[in-house]
Structure formats: C-alpha cells, structure tokens
DNA sequence: CACTTGACCTGTCCGC
DNA sequence: TGCGGACAGGTCAAGT
C-alpha cells in the first residue's frame, strides 16, 4: 500500500476514529515489529489517550497524552485496519473483520476504552511501530535526513532542482525514489510522475533540463493531489479504516499498464527494471 | 565519497 | 498439479 498518498488516507481515516480514545490494551508478537518493552508499554502506551495523528513522509505519528508518540511505518505490506462499533455506525464496510482478525499477519493489536481496536498486520514483516517521546521524534536518523514534503506549501519548483542537483549522477527514478531529495514519493508515483513529464527514468539527473525538472515538479505535486483525493492506490481487498477502497489504479497513465496503449500517444508500455524497480514507461513520450 | 546492489520476509503468479 | 524462480507499493547495510 503505501507511499505518501496511502499514508495519508490511513492518517486521515484515523484521526477520524480514534482522537479521544484511551487505549487499555496493547498485544505484539515480534521483538521486530514492536520493540518496545513490556514496561515502557504500561507506563506510556496503556491508559494513554490520543491526542493526534500526524504523518511526514511516510511515517505515521500517533500522538499520546503521554507525551510519547506511537511511530509506524508500513513498508511494502503494512496496514492499519480498524475494526469495532464505530461513529459511523452499524453497516460499516469492516464490520465482517470483526471475526477474522487478527490472523496470522497481524502483529500488534491495540484495544480502545470503546472495545474498538486497531490491528496492524504485516504480511512481509518489514514494517515497524515503536514508542518513543514525542520530543525525540525530530532526532531521529529518518527525520534528520529525510526531505520537504512535496506538497508544502514552502516547497518551490527551486527547492527541488537545488535538491535533485545533489544526485547529480544517478537517474532520475533513483532520485525520486530518494527520500532525502523529497519525502514521499515510491514507485508508483514515482513512474506516474516521470510520465507525466516526458522524462525517461534512466536519464542522468545532470542530463535533465532544470524546464524539465520544472515539469517534474508540477507533474509529481499533480500525481500526488490525484492519488490523495482518491484514497491512494490498492490492488486487493483491503479496505482502509474508513472503509474506503484507493482508486488511483483507475488512473494510472503507465503503472503496471505494461502492453496497453499510452493514453497520450497510443505506443505500448513497456515495463524494464531501473533503480532495482519495475518500471513503466512510454518509449515514445519518454524518449531517451 | 557517490552510487548500486543485496538483504530483510512471505505470498503469489508464471513457466516448465 | 508440482516445483523453481521472479517479483511485490520500502529502506538500510554492505558492496563496488
């Protein structure tokens, strides 16, 4: 699921359910998934209300009135399903998870003063969720290194051709993929983005043009607002904590459209692999 | 140093 | 149908 969109559709379907809610219990079954011991859980996690749910980059923070926060990341595989009697009522389009979770992905399962829960499952297990002082947030490795949001409003075409211009020699993608340049951006977005702006994902970042990184610009902020609005992208059956399913797949331009026509030129979609990913482009817009 | 590749995991899909 | 290998929306550590 997630890139910036997906993350923040989770964010705002919690912030819907669960400020206010005190959590009074806690289960994890992974050292790795959740790190935190048994005593830091009692003393800052159980009894806790939340005060709220933020997001940067593609982390999600859960705010605690303990002043610790809840940090987690979903990685490829993650999700954050809620499940419960909720605001919205009897009829709620995860009411039929009540019987099925947790199951064998799950790896925390938080309980709410409302016998409402939250489970986060993880089938591949590279995701994580740890607390720590909401203070030491900013500390952290990720946070010190990672870039603005795209969708800043301080964020400037400028900024961005100053921060792509330190990767000077990688390509394009790799570049868009790296979360220090701008925060966010993974690969769906990444080749939606780079079609967009004609550019072909292999090209040196140098050889570039800065017009070109100017369309780049206005092409990912796009794609991002796009993806948003839509509820991000899913392929599966997952329905978020609002109920809500990501349609941004019904508009994909190039992503895992490989052998369909490009909706602007009509070549076929050629599906390669660059940076380590797949990657969608039209050979035809996105020349060489 | 800058950049690229492999590892982390489990499940699914595709070709033989 | 069974089996092996490639691949999956991310990020780091290790390698060149």
Redesign the pocket.
Known sequence: ???LP?VETVRRGLANLIIGKVVVGEVHDTE?GFPNTPQDVRQFLIGASVTDVRRR???LIIDLSTDYSLLI?????GQLVFVGETRFGAGHPNDSLVNELPD??TRVTLTFDDDTKLFFND????GWMRLMPTVEIANT??MQ?VGPEPLSTDFTTNDFIQRLS??????IK?AL?D?SVVAG????YADESLWGAKIHPTRL?SDVTEAEKGELYTEMRAVMNLAIEKG?????T?VNAEGKK?SYMDFARV??REGLECPRCGAVIE?S?V????THVCPVCQAI
């Open positions: 699921m997630p890139e997906e790795k980059a593609k982390v990341h979903l990685k490829m595989t064998k992905s089938q591949r297990k590279f490795a990720f290194k330190r990767r000077p020699k990688t390509n790799a993929l979360q951006i993974g690969n769906i970042v991000g992208s899913s392929n599966s997952y990501g992503f895992r599906k692999r940076a380590g990913r797949g």
